[in-house]
């Protein structure tokens, strides 16, 4: 079992829908939980990032974690094309490496 | 906020010959840098750890004669694909972290990659 698994997709979706991505993971020591963006041919850009269970908004954007089900989630409101991108959820646990999970390939269609 | 320079952001290199990929910390002191590998439309694959000073920390599978990692200082990280193959080519990320930051959002920026074609 992967340490962090996450639905490559693609998802296509309309724009100004509301944008729901998941990511699920099987060590319950991972303490922090973080949502990445990346572009085509960059690097990631770090998104969300949040230490407990529960929601964290910034913007358009939400954090949902839940430490009981060991499962996380991206929501996006009123999605643009701009947001088209590769999302990609990372697990981490004190001073150790990242998890990342396989990306989510997004696409907001005008 | 954080950022970390990565170049070149291209290369392209005959087969056999080394490249050299340089990861920078602009505006803080990076303890440890990550060495990524990306594949077209897959996940990021960590290659290997490295903390200023120190020999670096090499994933399972990833060959340490191939990829030389140096992080001779706090602010520059360095990958050299030696004797470089086809199969080399890649899209090769690095990610910086910097001690006594406080918050962990502060670490872990990504430097924008460079892509390797070797032929």
């Known amino acids: 079992q992967k340490e962090v698994e996450q639905d490559p997709g693609p998802l296509s979706v309309p724009e100004g829908a509301i944008v729901s991505l998941n990511c699920t993971y099987s060590?319950?020591?991972?303490?922090?939980f973080m949502w990445y963006r990346q572009y085509s041919r960059k690097g990631p850009e770090l998104l969300m990032y949040?230490?407990?269970?529960g929601n964290k908004e910034d913007g358009r954007f939400t954090a949902q974690v839940d430490k009981s089900s060991k499962y996380i989630s991206l929501f996006i409101r009123d999605s643009q094309p701009s947001d088209s991108a590769t999302y990609l959820c990372?697990?981490?646990?004190?001073?150790?490496?990242?998890?990342f999970g396989q990306g989510t390939r997004l696409t907001i269609n005008p | 906020g954080a950022v970390v320079s990565q170049h070149p952001s291209r290369v392209i290199c005959k087969s056999g010959t080394s490249v050299k990929i340089e990861c920078r910390s602009l505006?803080?002191?990076?303890?440890?840098m990550f060495w990524y590998r990306q594949f077209p439309k897959k996940s990021l694959m960590l290659m290997a750890t490295?903390?200023?000073?120190?020999?670096?920390?090499?994933e399972q599978g990833v060959e340490k004669d191939k990829f030389l990692i140096n992080h001779a200082s706090l602010t520059l990280s360095t990958l050299t694909v030696t004797s470089a193959h086809p199969e080399d080519s890649s899209f090769y990320i690095c990610?910086?972290?910097?001690?006594?930051?406080?918050?962990?959002?502060?670490?872990?920026?990504f430097g924008s990659g460079t892509r390797l074609t070797v032929v």
């Open positions: 949040t230490y407990s269970s």
């Open positions: 490295s903390n200023e000073g120190s020999k670096a920390t090499y």
């Open positions: 990610s910086a972290r910097g001690g006594g930051q406080g918050t962990v959002n502060a670490g872990y920026t």
């Open positions: 990372a697990i981490g646990q004190g001073a150790q490496k990242l998890v």
């Open positions: 505006d803080f002191q990076a303890t440890t």
């Open positions: 060590n319950s020591a991972f303490q922090y």
